[in-house]
């Protein structure tokens, strides 16, 4: 099986009607770069930075970070790499005298809420960005965002860091695209306020799921409750692909969701052209797309918006792939 699917390494991903989908990679450094080359990647969809500061009692400086977001993005010459600035917090806690005791670290200080209350660090980071995106195609993405001004505080921190750098003479792509998360349902149920501000979207399930349903993604004891298929999550993610569309905003899918093949069709249907996902998962993915008919897809996936039982969703979602 895992031969037949190398043999689609270099086929291109298009549908039976000719629609091409782009399938990237999530990685978490450059140490993942040889799986998204093997995996043949049209290009890094999601590249999750706060790896770089897991696990160690000093923050990288400036100079590390550019290093390691210049190797991604001269490992991908031509094609996109979207690179996400740190998702601290939560599940993903910094060590020593940056972390603190939070009653509920999910809904406390995690992600844009932390780079924007450490405006050093985060600063520090949009330079390190700016610097690699003069090697190649770099987009930043900004994770958790749920309010206008959190966009705004962003963006305004991006633009100081470009006239610190300009200041300095030294050079990055002055066109480079801002791009945000929806992974809470509030930006999923506000999307001007982000079409409005931003280049791209990326829809974030694993955090969108956990934030729909309530359930901490992280406890057993709550797991059997975690469902994609669930019709709020379901009109949510095809909410946003549908506002992206109207607005030509570019809409990304880039949680478990993505890279699960269960959910392919469905995803088609919604009118998804950008799936990013462990690069292990591309070639299967590849597959789903290669036996796909959009058009046949687009109207099924509809009905299945409709439904809110689900028993009848999960088995019309079964029978799209077949
Ligand atoms: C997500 O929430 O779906 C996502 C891609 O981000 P992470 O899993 O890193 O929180
Ligand atoms: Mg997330």
Same mark, same amino acid.
């Given at each position: /099986?895992?031969?037949?699917?190398?043999?689609? +390494?270099?086929?291109?991903?298009?549908?039976?009607?000719? /629609?091409?989908?782009?399938?990237?990679?999530?990685?978490?450094?450059?140490?993942?770069?040889?799986?998204? =080359?093997?995996?043949?990647?049209d290009g890094i969809g999601l590249y999750r930075? &706060?790896?770089?500061?897991?696990?160690?009692?000093?923050?990288?400086?400036e100079e590390e970070q550019y290093e390691a977001y210049r190797a991604v993005v001269k490992a991908m010459p031509g094609k996109p790499v979207t690179i996400r600035s740190f998702d601290v917090g939560a599940d993903k806690a910094?060590?020593?005298?940056?972390?603190?005791?939070?009653p509920n670290p999910a809904l406390g200080l995690r992600a844009v809420r932390y780079s924007l209350a450490e405006p050093k660090m985060f600063l520090t980071q949009l330079r390190a960005l700016l610097r690699a995106s003069a090697h190649g195609r770099l987009q930043i993405m900004i994770p958790m965002l749920s309010h206008a001004q959190e966009i705004d505080q962003s963006l305004a921190l991006v633009e100081k860091a470009k006239a610190e750098l300009r200041a300095e003479k030294i =050079?990055?792509? &002055?066109?480079?695209?801002?791009?945000?998360?929806?992974?809470?349902?509030?930006?999923?149920?506000?999307?001007?306020?982000?079409?409005?501000?931003?280049?791209?979207?990326?829809?974030?399930?694993?955090?969108?799921?956990?934030?729909?349903l309530a359930i901490d993604r992280s406890d057993e004891a709550v797991v059997h409750l975690y469902d994609p298929l669930h019709p709020a999550v379901l009109k949510l993610i095809a909410g946003?692909?549908?506002?992206?569309? +109207?607005?030509?905003?570019?809409?990304?899918?880039?949680?478990?969701?993505?890279?699960?093949?269960?959910?392919?069709?469905?995803?088609?249907?919604?009118?998804?052209r950008s799936f990013s996902m462990h690069p292990g998962n591309i070639l299967e993915i590849k597959q789903q797309v290669l036996r796909s008919t959009l058009g046949e897809l687009a109207p099924r996936v509809q009905r299945i918006l409709k439904m809110d &039982?689900?028993? +009848?969703? @999960? &088995?019309?979602?079964? @029978?799209l792939a077949t």
């Open positions: /099986e895992r031969s037949k699917l190398n043999r689609l +390494r270099d086929a291109h991903a298009a549908t039976l009607d000719g /629609e091409t989908i782009h399938l990237l990679a999530n990685i978490e450094g450059p140490k993942d770069l040889p799986a998204a =080359k093997t995996a043949n990647a930075t &706060e790896f770089l500061f897991l696990g160690r009692d000093t923050l990288p400086d910094l060590n020593g005298s940056h972390s603190r005791i939070e =050079k990055f792509d &002055e066109g480079i695209q801002i791009g945000g998360m929806i992974e809470v349902p509030a930006a999923a149920l506000s999307l001007g306020m982000f079409t409005r501000r931003l280049s791209f979207l990326s829809i974030g399930t694993n955090d969108l799921i956990q934030y729909t946003t692909i549908a506002t992206g569309a +109207r607005y030509s905003l570019p809409v990304a899918v880039c949680g478990e969701m993505a890279g699960d093949s269960k959910y392919t069709a469905l995803l088609l249907g919604m009118g998804l &039982e689900p028993a +009848r969703i @999960r &088995e019309a979602v079964e @029978r």
